[in-house]
């Protein structure tokens, strides 16, 4: 899904919720809606840079 079209969803479940406060599908559309939001997020890729071959721990 592309970033505009994921925003576009959001905005519309976020509408939704508005609209219909005692609706019983509430739960899974704010769940849904959550999903949403937290994929929209920009997650940084994190690396493990310690590596022990590097290291000289005994300054051979």
Do not use: C, G
Request: net charge neutral; hydrophobic share 30%.
């Amino acid at each position: 899904m592309t970033p505009q079209r994921r925003q576009n969803k959001i905005t519309e479940l976020e509408q939704w919720l508005r609209d219909n406060p005692n609706h019983p599908n509430r739960i899974e559309i704010a769940a849904d809606l959550r999903k949403l939001k937290e994929e929209s997020i920009p997650r940084t890729v994190e690396r493990d840079t310690f590596d022990l071959r590097e290291h000289n721990f005994y300054n051979v």
